[in-house]
């Protein structure tokens, strides 16, 4: 029976002279709607009980399963105000297919796609007020986090007989405050994201926790993020700790590392591989070895690389540095001509500037 997602209105919401000065200067992550939206899942119940509530703490048993076991997963997704005031998501079914995914590799419960979008349309239906206007190219948008984790109070290894789902939502202005700039990036060679038969191609928690000390690493050496290799042999190119990777070569091939199962299967990088085609580029999913970055880099072979994800969209990489050198930064002081058409045509899409001729664009209010 599919989920209905009823609202108990927040009887202390922001003010709408809080809420709009939120709104000139959101940052990213930092301030949250009035609402979230909550289902919860027992192993004799199955999903029941959706709402759009109250945004506030969240109660948990110090013996919930996740905070000792890591049972949890989440996804990322923005909420678009078109010129019109009509709210839309960008590919919105393929977050809820990777959440099936990865809820199958985490054994939680698996929500059927039609209750993921509808909590999404429950609770912008609910802050649609927050969602905020994008002229210009500013960039505006909101961030949708829906989000499952063991709330069943016990001890023991084991998949939890219940857990709970919840999306909250927050304002997000321009992932790059200052303007676009590249990247400078770390080989991780002392730490791996993933490996073989792990959690890398789902979207948990602690993926990203591993990622943490690569990136730290790299900050200490003076970059902004951490590439991370393949766990087994630290001679491949898997992602960045929370983006994916793409290589323009001067024979217009758009190369991006294959999915080996220690990969997150990015919504940015399967759009990304099908516009390519549409900008003339030949997209090729394949294994790329680190050194094919420096060499290509060093022979004019590679001649633009960029990161994309939900959050900054596509970010061009400049300078990539490790223990005893570095490559030269191919990006120029905003990105390549392709980065940037890339981002450009993507950014059009999702706020509605022109035509969606792939149907990746869902409303949701």
């Known amino acids: 029976m599919a989920l209905s997602f009823e609202l108990t209105a927040n009887p202390s919401p922001r003010s709408e002279a809080d809420r709009t000065a939120i709104l000139e200067d959101p940052g990213f992550g930092k301030h949250f709607t009035d609402h979230m939206a909550v289902a919860t899942w027992t192993k004799d119940a199955g999903w029941h009980d959706g709402r759009v509530t109250a945004y506030g703490p969240i109660s948990l048993m110090p013996s919930a399963a996740v905070l000792h076991y890591a049972q949890e997963i989440f996804e990322g997704l923005k909420a678009y105000r078109h010129a ?21 590799r985490l054994a939680l419960p698996v929500l059927p796609k039609e209750d993921f979008i509808a909590s999404l349309r429950a609770l912008v239906a ?22 499952m984790y063991a709330s069943e109070a016990f001890l023991g290894v084991r998949p939890a007989n219940e857990v709970t789902f919840s999306v909250i939502a927050s304002p997000a202005g321009a992932y790059f405050s200052g303007g676009l700039k590249p990247v400078t990036l770390w080989i991780s060679q002392h730490y791996a994201r993933a490996g073989a038969g792990g959690t890398g191609a789902a979207k948990c928690g602690g993926n990203y926790a591993s990622s943490l000390a690569g990136q730290l690493e790299g900050i200490e050496h003076g970059c902004d993020q ?3 290799l393949d766990a087994a042999t630290q001679t491949f190119i898997e992602e960045l700790g929370g983006m ?4 323009v070569t001067k024979d217009n091939r758009l190369l991006t590392p294959e999915l080996t199962g220690s990969i997150l299967e990015g919504v940015t990088r399967s759009s990304i591989l099908d516009l390519g085609k549409e900008l003339g580029l030949d997209p090729q999913e394949q294994r790329i070895e680190i050194e094919q970055w420096k060499d290509g880099v060093a022979s004019g072979e590679i001649v633009e690389i960029f990161a994309c994800g939900t ?7 400049g300078e990539l540095r490790w223990e005893g050198g570095s490559t030269p930064s191919t990006a120029g002081a905003a990105g390549g001509e392709i980065t ?8 059009d899409i999702q706020y509605g500037r022109v035509e969606d001729t792939h149907g990746w664009l869902t409303q949701l209010a």
């Open 244 to 247: 994916n990777l793409f290589f």
């Open 84 to 104: 019109d005031g009509s709210i839309w998501s960008f590919r919105p079914e393929a977050n809820a297919q990777r959440m099936a995914r990865s809820a199958a």
């Open 126 to 147: 609910a802050d649609q007020a927050w969602v905020p206007e994008a002229p210009d190219g500013s960039e505006k948008s909101l961030y949708l986090r829906p989000f």
């Open 311 to 317: 959050a900054a969209v596509v970010t061009p990489v």
């Open 226 to 228: 951490a590439v991370f």
């Open 340 to 347: 940037n058409a890339i981002r450009s045509r993507l950014l």
